[in-house]
């Protein structure tokens, strides 16, 4: 075609130049971090040569499992502690609903219309999300002492953060026109979050609550390792005692009822939500 | 049924020397349920040939059928050499790098800029490391700037196929086609999500290019009076079967009743 | 909203939220009943709560001021940080790098059946197990140390971004994958150009919030000996040293805020 040669002159590429090369600093700074990472960490080469066949020896020892752990009876047994387990992230799950309403409320800003009060209430919620259940767990500990009770207070407390910070948007993604209509008719404020803002929100609750309570299931079991109750804590008598084939079977209980959890959880959304 | 018109013998033209020939093409997606029931069909070089008929009759399937869409249950389509029908692997890639494909929906890459989905006709050719750092040869380059001036997107390289119209975006799908240098065109209802008079737009770009290239252009549509204007020859099909093959003329209405309508065709 | 003043009939109230129908009430009532029933099978006493109110008080007063004056503790916490922001960074580069192909061999519209089963069932495999347990599962067998939380946040990263990852290729328009395969394109760039364009701003999604939770994991896998703070954390408590604990608390919180900053930049930059 007669163009052609015009044509070879002009370029194209993906992307502009000031894209390139936001995009080669940022790649470079990216693998500045992993070489750093790499150079630096500490790791101890045989044990990475080695691994393999520990893993094999650690295999090794969970089989035969140790089924009759299950239902021990001297409160060691599986069964007991899965359910302190269940209670745990139910109540902490209950709990954390209940503390996290009215500070989800105070973070919506259709409902607060007050600056100040919407960062605080934030800023409660960015604090309980950073900090780590289990780091809540030994907190609880040490004020209530070892045992579920603190365990339930840990799965709370970290909880408040997701449940309200997932609250506050659905508020304030809550249609105005209902909410104005009530309060031109001088309801009182507690009619309007009942009658204007729940119906809208509900779903949204619930979806988040049962959310919660499904991850908080894979939480509680871990706060026994620091003595927050729950099957945990079973786990960490087995490690300490190099039973791994009760470790095993713990293992396969968290298995099990994680799982189900799921398949609750799932059937939940769909009828429900 | 038996054909309703003998073709004109300059239409015609034995297997060898045909461009495409179908054979006693038979496709069935359920076992028993055979959508095209035996279809023989034979192209020349540079025509423009428009399949009409019912929604459902297979037009659809014969084209996908052609590049390998859809698989044959039996039956041979013999182009350049080779058995369409067998073709596997790096064999049936390197045959469809030959045949290019205009789509209903445009089908383009939507995240992706009029550039790129013009550069996608030559992903059969060019090497993993180019396509991922987007690094085509200044020749695809320059070849896909051409083609975009030829139908008519001139200045519309760097826009996000998702921002084009209906009608912009199959300049794009043609563009595309044309990219890959091909020796068959299909189209599957190219025109069937545009306007009247888009479509029309687009059937003269297309077979209008298709016949500069001396390219065979096989084209899938509903629209009768496209079909009469823009093809060299018509074939209707009903029932998964051919029952009309000839030039435009010779599409008389009692055809076209037997082809769309009346009793014996709905199965 | 429904109107009240005309005869409203329960339905009417319920539909303006103003009663409640039958099974939410039970509903609510079976919610009591199982608070009341779970509390006192966990022995949870108003006394005990009392005293542990008291405990918290004295908990707080010991953590304040927090502990930053000590040069050797403050090193010490320096290199556990490092230690855990190290652990955060390797995890999170190879599980988004082994990530990329698991997903796509686990996307069902993608890979024949006896594809997807196993990579869909190693996805599962390592989505089961709270990180933690990984954790303790690595030190076994790689001892204590960085490695072992580093292979636990790889296993965690894997089973979240190559799941929904896999989850965004199967929701893709296959319509703009047919037509790159109509050109005769081979597997990579059928890949490359018809699929990662559809699912690139997810997968972006997906890795930079798991930047995000590796690195506040990367804070705990200490606890079980898997290298980093967590492990200073822990010998912390297990000193009754809450003045150091609460200084631990405060850069561990200032590290994770500064790292979700980070995330989102990335986020910005590469959308």
Redesign the interface.
């Given at each position: 075609?007669s163009?052609?040669v015009e044509?070879?002159e002009?370029?194209?590429?993906?992307f502009t130049p000031a894209q390139r090369v936001?995009?080669y600093f940022?790649y470079l700074i990216?693998a500045a971090?992993?070489v750093?990472?790499?150079r630096?960490?500490?790791?101890?080469p045989e044990?990475?040569a080695?691994?393999p066949e520990?893993?094999l020896d650690?295999f090794q020892r969970m089989w035969p499992v140790d089924w009759s752990h299950y239902y021990q009876t001297d409160g060691m047994g599986v069964h007991h502690a899965l359910v302190?387990t269940m209670?745990?992230a139910?109540?902490g799950t209950?709990l954390a609903v209940i503390m996290a309403v009215p500070v989800g409320l105070m973070a919506a800003r259709n409902v607060t219309p007050f600056g100040p009060a919407n960062f605080l209430a934030k800023l409660i919620l960015?604090?309980s999300r950073?900090?780590?259940s289990?780091?809540w767990a030994?907190?609880f500990v040490?004020?209530?002492?070892p045992?579920?009770?603190a365990g339930?207070f840990a799965i709370a407390f970290r909880s408040i953060g997701f449940v309200g910070k997932l609250l506050g948007e659905a508020l304030e993604e809550a249609k105005s026109g209902?909410i104005e209509a009530l309060q031109a008719t001088g309801a009182p404020w507690l009619s309007v979050l009942?009658?204007g803002y729940?119906?809208q929100v509900r779903p949204a609750f619930w979806s988040i609550a049962v959310f919660r309570w499904d991850i908080n299931v894979?939480?509680s079991?871990?706060l026994g390792?620091?003595g927050a109750?729950g099957i945990g804590m079973v786990?960490d008598t087995s490690?300490n005692t190099f039973r791994w084939d009760r470790v095993a079977m713990a293992?396969i209980a968290?298995?099990i009822v994680?799982?189900a959890a799921e398949i609750l959880v799932t059937f939940v959304r769909k009828r429900i939500l | 049924m038996t054909v309703m018109a003998v073709p004109d013998s300059a239409m015609t033209a034995s297997p060898k020397s045909a461009a495409i020939a179908v054979q006693d093409l038979v496709v069935a997606y359920q076992p028993g349920k055979p959508v095209l029931k035996g279809i023989s069909l034979e192209i020349a070089d540079s025509s423009v040939t428009a399949i009409i008929g019912p929604s459902g009759t297979g037009k659809s399937t014969l084209i996908r059928s052609i590049n390998r869409l859809v698989t044959p249950t039996s039956g041979s389509i013999l182009f350049d050499g080779q058995d369409l029908a067998k073709l596997r692997g790096a064999e049936l890639r390197a045959a469809r790098r030959k045949i290019g494909m205009v789509f209903q929906e445009y089908n383009l890459v939507e995240r992706l800029s009029v550039m790129e989905n013009v550069l996608t006709g030559r992903l059969g050719v060019t090497p993993v490391w180019r396509v991922w750092l987007r690094k085509f040869p200044r020749e695809d380059i320059a070849r896909a700037f051409d083609l975009l001036a030829q139908v008519g997107l001139d200045g519309y390289a760097t826009q996000r196929a998702d921002a084009l119209s209906g009608g912009q975006r199959q300049r794009v799908g043609i563009a595309r086609a044309l990219m890959q240098d091909p020796r068959l065109l299909l189209a599957d209802e190219p025109t069937s999500s545009l306007d009247p008079k888009t479509s029309v737009e687009i059937m003269e770009l297309m077979t209008g290019l298709a016949r500069a290239r001396s390219v065979p252009l096989i084209v899938n549509m509903h629209q009768v009076d496209l079909a009469r204007r823009f093809a060299d020859r018509i074939v209707g099909m009903a029932d998964g079967q051919i029952i009309f093959d000839g030039p435009p003329d010779a599409l008389a209405t009692e055809h076209l009743q037997q082809i769309y309508g009346g009793e014996g065709w709905l199965t | 909203m429904a109107n009240v003043s005309s005869a409203s009939g329960p339905r009417d109230l319920r539909a303006a939220g103003l009663s409640m129908s039958w099974t939410a009430r039970i509903g609510w009532l079976l919610l009591v009943a199982y608070v009341l029933y779970a509390t006192s099978i966990l022995d949870f006493s108003f006394d005990r709560f009392v005293v542990g109110l008291e405990n918290a008080a004295d908990l707080i007063g010991r953590m304040f001021p927090p502990l930053f004056s000590r040069a050797d503790l403050r090193d010490l916490m320096y290199r556990g940080l490092m230690e855990s922001l190290q652990i955060a960074v390797l995890s999170s580069a190879f599980g988004i790098i082994l990530s990329l192909p698991v997903g796509v061999l686990a996307a069902r519209n993608l890979m024949p059946g006896w594809v997807t089963w196993p990579a869909r069932g190693l996805i599962m495999l390592c989505r089961s197990f709270h990180p933690i347990i990984v954790a303790i599962l690595f030190v076994k067998g790689v001892g204590f140390g960085a490695l072992a939380g580093i292979l636990a946040l790889i296993v965690a990263s894997i089973g979240f971004i190559a799941k929904l990852f896999a989850e965004a290729i199967e929701e893709i328009s296959l319509k703009q994958v047919e037509a790159v395969r109509a050109s005769g394109a081979n597997f990579m760039n059928v890949l490359i150009f018809a699929v990662l364009p559809q699912v690139n701003a997810r997968f972006i999604g997906f890795a930079t919030y798991q930047l995000d939770s590796n690195l506040r994991n990367s804070t705990m896998v200490g606890i079980v000996g898997g290298g980093g703070i967590g492990g200073t954390l822990l010998s912390a408590f297990g000193r009754f040293d809450y003045d150091y604990v609460c200084a631990i608390l405060i850069a561990i919180i200032a590290m994770i805020m500064v790292g979700e900053l980070i995330s989102q930049r990335l986020r910005a930059l590469f959308l």
């Amino acid at each position: 075609m007669s163009t052609t040669v015009e044509s070879l002159e002009r370029e194209w590429s993906r992307f502009t130049p000031a894209q390139r090369v936001g995009r080669y600093f940022t790649y470079l700074i990216i693998a500045a971090a992993v070489v750093w990472a790499l150079r630096t960490v500490e790791i101890i080469p045989e044990f990475l040569a080695d691994a393999p066949e520990q893993m094999l020896d650690l295999f090794q020892r969970m089989w035969p499992v140790d089924w009759s752990h299950y239902y021990q009876t001297d409160g060691m047994g599986v069964h007991h502690a899965l359910v302190e387990t269940m209670h745990i992230a139910t109540l902490g799950t209950i709990l954390a609903v209940i503390m996290a309403v009215p500070v989800g409320l105070m973070a919506a800003r259709n409902v607060t219309p007050f600056g100040p009060a919407n960062f605080l209430a934030k800023l409660i919620l960015a604090a309980s999300r950073s900090v780590n259940s289990l780091v809540w767990a030994l907190l609880f500990v040490a004020v209530f002492g070892p045992g579920p009770l603190a365990g339930t207070f840990a799965i709370a407390f970290r909880s408040i953060g997701f449940v309200g910070k997932l609250l506050g948007e659905a508020l304030e993604e809550a249609k105005s026109g209902t909410i104005e209509a009530l309060q031109a008719t001088g309801a009182p404020w507690l009619s309007v979050l009942k009658i204007g803002y729940w119906p809208q929100v509900r779903p949204a609750f619930w979806s988040i609550a049962v959310f919660r309570w499904d991850i908080n299931v894979r939480e509680s079991a871990v706060l026994g390792l620091v003595g927050a109750g729950g099957i945990g804590m079973v786990i960490d008598t087995s490690l300490n005692t190099f039973r791994w084939d009760r470790v095993a079977m713990a293992l396969i209980a968290i298995l099990i009822v994680v799982l189900a959890a799921e398949i609750l959880v799932t059937f939940v959304r769909k009828r429900i939500l | 049924m038996t054909v309703m018109a003998v073709p004109d013998s300059a239409m015609t033209a034995s297997p060898k020397s045909a461009a495409i020939a179908v054979q006693d093409l038979v496709v069935a997606y359920q076992p028993g349920k055979p959508v095209l029931k035996g279809i023989s069909l034979e192209i020349a070089d540079s025509s423009v040939t428009a399949i009409i008929g019912p929604s459902g009759t297979g037009k659809s399937t014969l084209i996908r059928s052609i590049n390998r869409l859809v698989t044959p249950t039996s039956g041979s389509i013999l182009f350049d050499g080779q058995d369409l029908a067998k073709l596997r692997g790096a064999e049936l890639r390197a045959a469809r790098r030959k045949i290019g494909m205009v789509f209903q929906e445009y089908n383009l890459v939507e995240r992706l800029s009029v550039m790129e989905n013009v550069l996608t006709g030559r992903l059969g050719v060019t090497p993993v490391w180019r396509v991922w750092l987007r690094k085509f040869p200044r020749e695809d380059i320059a070849r896909a700037f051409d083609l975009l001036a030829q139908v008519g997107l001139d200045g519309y390289a760097t826009q996000r196929a998702d921002a084009l119209s209906g009608g912009q975006r199959q300049r794009v799908g043609i563009a595309r086609a044309l990219m890959q240098d091909p020796r068959l065109l299909l189209a599957d209802e190219p025109t069937s999500s545009l306007d009247p008079k888009t479509s029309v737009e687009i059937m003269e770009l297309m077979t209008g290019l298709a016949r500069a290239r001396s390219v065979p252009l096989i084209v899938n549509m509903h629209q009768v009076d496209l079909a009469r204007r823009f093809a060299d020859r018509i074939v209707g099909m009903a029932d998964g079967q051919i029952i009309f093959d000839g030039p435009p003329d010779a599409l008389a209405t009692e055809h076209l009743q037997q082809i769309y309508g009346g009793e014996g065709w709905l199965t | 909203m429904a109107n009240v003043s005309s005869a409203s009939g329960p339905r009417d109230l319920r539909a303006a939220g103003l009663s409640m129908s039958w099974t939410a009430r039970i509903g609510w009532l079976l919610l009591v009943a199982y608070v009341l029933y779970a509390t006192s099978i966990l022995d949870f006493s108003f006394d005990r709560f009392v005293v542990g109110l008291e405990n918290a008080a004295d908990l707080i007063g010991r953590m304040f001021p927090p502990l930053f004056s000590r040069a050797d503790l403050r090193d010490l916490m320096y290199r556990g940080l490092m230690e855990s922001l190290q652990i955060a960074v390797l995890s999170s580069a190879f599980g988004i790098i082994l990530s990329l192909p698991v997903g796509v061999l686990a996307a069902r519209n993608l890979m024949p059946g006896w594809v997807t089963w196993p990579a869909r069932g190693l996805i599962m495999l390592c989505r089961s197990f709270h990180p933690i347990i990984v954790a303790i599962l690595f030190v076994k067998g790689v001892g204590f140390g960085a490695l072992a939380g580093i292979l636990a946040l790889i296993v965690a990263s894997i089973g979240f971004i190559a799941k929904l990852f896999a989850e965004a290729i199967e929701e893709i328009s296959l319509k703009q994958v047919e037509a790159v395969r109509a050109s005769g394109a081979n597997f990579m760039n059928v890949l490359i150009f018809a699929v990662l364009p559809q699912v690139n701003a997810r997968f972006i999604g997906f890795a930079t919030y798991q930047l995000d939770s590796n690195l506040r994991n990367s804070t705990m896998v200490g606890i079980v000996g898997g290298g980093g703070i967590g492990g200073t954390l822990l010998s912390a408590f297990g000193r009754f040293d809450y003045d150091y604990v609460c200084a631990i608390l405060i850069a561990i919180i200032a590290m994770i805020m500064v790292g979700e900053l980070i995330s989102q930049r990335l986020r910005a930059l590469f959308l």
